[in-house]
Nanobody, 120 residues
Framework: VQLQASGGGLVQAGGSLRLSCAAS????????MAWFRQAPGKEREFVAT???????YYAGSVKGRFTISRDNAKNTVYLQMNSLKPEDTAVYYC???????????????WGKGTLVTVSS
């Protein structure tokens, strides 16, 4: 599976961005999809996940502000980010796998990241 993330950029605090992650190679409709992020000098951390059933789970730091969704017909997962804060600045990575936890250690497939910068 190849994952291509896009949609990052520079936004002011309080603004919004929508990230996309397009999968290729095979359908990921049965996979668990997730977003992780890595800020400068910090370890990669879990952001959100969505199962094939469309059940979602969020990190506490983004719950209520971010929404993960998927379009199986397009083999794509999205991350709508609202009310962005400077501390959301990071490289955002999409991930896929048959199973998924909040730890990046067990991720089967990673996409290349997309940079999100939130200015104060």
């Amino acid at each position: 599976v190849q994952l291509q993330a896009s949609g990052g950029g520079l936004v002011q605090a309080g603004g919004s961005l929508r990230l996309s992650c397009a999968a290729s190679g095979r359908t990921v409709s049965s996979d668990v999809m997730a977003w992780f992020r890595q800020a400068p000098g910090k370890e990669r951390e879990f952001v959100a996940t969505i199962r094939s059933s469309a059940n979602t789970y969020y990190a506490g730091s983004v719950k209520g502000r971010f929404t993960i969704s998927r379009d199986n017909a397009k083999n794509t997962v999205y991350l709508q980010m609202n009310s962005l804060k400077p501390e959301d600045t990071a490289v955002y990575y999409c991930a896929a796998g048959r199973v998924m936890s909040t730890s990046p250690a067990g991720v089967e497939y990673w996409g290349k990241g997309t940079l999100v910068t939130v200015s104060s």
